[in-house]
């Protein structure tokens, strides 16, 4: 049997999308050649590039809007260092939070480039909350948010105006819910995490806001060089793409992000209403800045801790234990976790 898995990233995908993609190895679109084999340039892969942006921009209500989304590489960590060279002017300022690893790596390569305000950071309290409050400079060329805080089970409810651009790393909560994603001007996810295997990444930016700031970009590095060329200035990861691809179609089968939102919060609702239910668990981040992807939990007596690892490991649940920087454990639900996989870890919870 298919363990229950929790993992953080690579996580889950839906079964019925790895079926399509095992049989798109072998043989695909009946080609009689497989997927991985085929050139990039090829009419039935340049379909799949086509439709999965077309996807991400129907699903993100960003279509006509003036957005386009490519498929990059790099993960998440090179959209550290492509934001600021794409959008930091000469001698410009960016301005960033730091919620977390992601947001301290992130804001560290802006820093390569000029200069960085970090107007908010949770560092104190070990990144358990997300800050709130702050003023973001009015001369900051853009400002610099992550979503949500996959390591330690935070998420931004909220998000701040500015008077420059508002850039999110949405790695880990990507079409996990409703926004009003035309308030961003750049968003970037590795593909990892919500959308498919590794080795892709997706950028969703507004075209009027790139060229603008007086540098030499190097190419593999400009967006606009990417966006010009469709995605395909160099080999894509043809793969990573065509699995992204059946996601992208698989949510919006199972009625697209609203859809999917309501069982995001029911999922996410059960495990933290066990958590605080439960005397022998608490949650690890801050309640009202809860996480309903990545949720954060430890044992309040760690005596029991022998028990419950065999107890769930013995019911085939794989990948919960916390980073290493957190501890506890980590419950990581994906929008494809179905809700089965969350009952079985909660009633768990309850015997323990
Ligand atoms: C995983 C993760 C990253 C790093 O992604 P890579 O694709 O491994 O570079 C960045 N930001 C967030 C929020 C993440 O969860």
Not at 94 to 122: C, F, I, N, P, Q
Not at 258 to 281: C, G, H, M, T
Not at 302 to 308: A, I, L, N, Q, R
Request: hydrophobic letters at 40%; proline letters at 3%; a negative charge.
């Amino acid at each position: 049997m298919k363990k229950h898995n929790f993992s953080a990233g690579p996580c889950i995908l839906s079964q019925e999308v790895l079926e399509k993609a095992s049989k798109a190895v072998v043989n695909f679109n009946n080609l009689d050649l497989s997927l991985i084999e085929i050139s990039h340039r090829s009419a039935d892969f340049v379909a799949v590039m086509d439709n999965a942006t077309d996807l991400v921009l129907e699903l993100l209500n960003l279509k006509g809007k003036g957005y386009s989304a490519l498929f990059l590489q790099g993960g998440a960590s090179l959209e550290f260092l492509m934001v600021p060279y794409n959008l930091m002017k000469e001698g410009g300022k960016a301005a960033y939070t730091d919620t977390g690893a992601w947001s301290s790596k992130a804001l560290k390569e802006a820093k390569l480039l000029g200069e960085v305000d970090v107007v908010a950071s949770s560092k104190d309290k070990n990144y358990n909350y997300i800050p709130k409050g702050y003023t973001i400079p009015t001369d900051a060329d853009y400002f610099h948010c992550t979503s949500n805080n996959t390591i330690y089970g935070t998420q931004m409810k909220k998000f701040p105006k500015t008077d420059g651009l508002l850039v999110c790393d949405m790695s880990s909560d990507i079409f996990s819910r409703q926004l009003d994603f035309s308030q961003f001007d750049l968003i970037y996810a590795g593909a990892q995490k919500n959308m498919g295997p590794a080795g892709a990444t997706l950028v969703v930016v507004k075209d009027e806001i790139l060229g603008k700031t007086g540098r030499t970009i190097p190419s593999m590095l400009d967006y606009q060089i990417h966006s010009s060329k469709d995605s395909m200035f160099n080999t894509p990861p043809v793969f990573a793409v065509y699995v992204s691809m059946l996601t992208l179609e698989w949510l919006k089968e199972q009625g697209g992000i609203s859809a999917i939102e309501k069982l995001n919060i029911a999922k996410a609702a059960l495990l933290y209403n066990e958590i605080d239910r439960n005397p022998l668990f608490e949650g690890s981040a801050a309640e009202e800045d809860r996480s309903d992807m990545n949720v954060t939990f430890l044992l309040t007596d760690e005596t029991k801790k022998d028990t419950f690892d065999k107890m769930w490991k013995e019911a085939g649940i794989s990948g919960i234990n916390g980073h290493r920087s957190v501890g506890g454990y980590r419950a990581s639900i994906y929008n494809a976790m179905p809700i089965e996989s969350v009952q079985v870890l909660v009633d768990l919870m309850k015997k323990l």
